[in-house]
DNA sequence: ATGGTAGCCTTGCTA
């Protein structure tokens, strides 16, 4: 079972390019986040076409995430629970066969020292809630998408640039680790120990260009998915397209 | 060198 996360920065621009993944990728799971579409307005048709079933949550302009399946999801829960009354489209959790999968977009946070600082670390500790309560049921998920935290400077091009920002900081680092300490494992770094490996570079500068990006896609898997894991990898190859989004896909592979 | 680029329905905000 293969499953994938992808920052797509507009569903609707990126659409070609989406439909490009899932034909040479064909992901059984892919993660969709910013999709900042409307679910009216999601281009379901189209990827119904291309054998794909869809379930998204969103809002104008900002946010956004979508469950693209090969399989309909069972029990779908919309937006993080313990959230209530958040606004912001950014959570998604369905079960796939017997892997549940999340799509996750969490917060920026950036700037420092406003409330949507805040509002990342409180984002942070629910998920973290979200997940213990996850892993009480002993079987196999995948949290995945963009978590907008540098776990370490290794990920970070110039972490000396990035020392007063809201991906590399000290409190959204430690909440980072006490996900992980839960028993979740960056699936990522089961297969690859090497730094400066990124599924991010801005589109200013020629960031791109002189691979100057940050790695802030995750998969995070439960004990069960860990001991199950079999690939990981990012794919650069979607982003050295024209009109590319700024986050390229990552997936894992699963035998089960 | 406090800019630069991309997307949105905005003329600024978010990233």
């Known amino acids: 079972m293969k499953i994938a996360s992808w920052n797509v920065n507009s569903v609707k621009v990126r659409l070609p390019h989406l439909l490009a993944v899932l034909e040479e990728a064909k992901p059984d799971v892919l993660c969709l986040q910013e999709t900042k579409c409307l679910p009216g307005d999601f281009p379901s048709l189209e990827l119904k076409a291309a054998g794909y079933h869809c ?13 693209i399946s090969k399989t ?30 999340a799509s996750i977009y969490l917060p920026n946070g950036n700037p ?4 949507k600082f805040t509002y990342k670390l409180a984002w942070m500790e629910q998920l973290a809630l979200r997940a213990r309560e996850l892993l009480r ?5 995948v949290l995945a998408g963009d978590y907008n935290i ?8 110039d972490p000396v640039a990035f020392r007063d920002d809201a991906l590399c900081q000290p409190e959204s680092r430690s909440r980072f680790r006490a996900l992980m ?26 960031r791109w260009h002189r691979d100057e990006g940050l790695r802030i896609d995750h998969l995070l898997l439960s004990p069960h998915a860990a001991d199950r894991v079999v690939a990981c990898d990012i794919d650069k190859r979607p982003r ?13 592979e699963l035998a089960v």
């Open 112 to 115: 420092l020292g406003t409330d």
């Open 72 to 101: 309909p999801p069972s029990e779908l829960i919309q937006g993080l629970p313990g959230m209530a009354g958040d606004e912001q489209a950014r959570y998604l959790e369905a079960g796939f066969g017997k892997v549940r999968v």
């Open 55 to 67: 379930e998204t949550i969103g809002q104008r302009s900002y946010n956004g995430v979508a469950l």
């Open 150 to 157: 540098c776990p370490a400077d290794e990920d970070v091009y």
């Open 240 to 252: 050295a397209k024209e009109r590319a989004s700024d986050h390229t896909p990552i997936w894992c």
């Open 181 to 206: 300490y839960l028993g979740l494992t960056d699936a990522y770094r089961v297969f690859h120990r090497e730094p400066h490996r990124y599924t991010f570079w801005d589109y200013q500068a020629g």
């Open 137 to 141: 049921l002993e079987s196999p998920f």
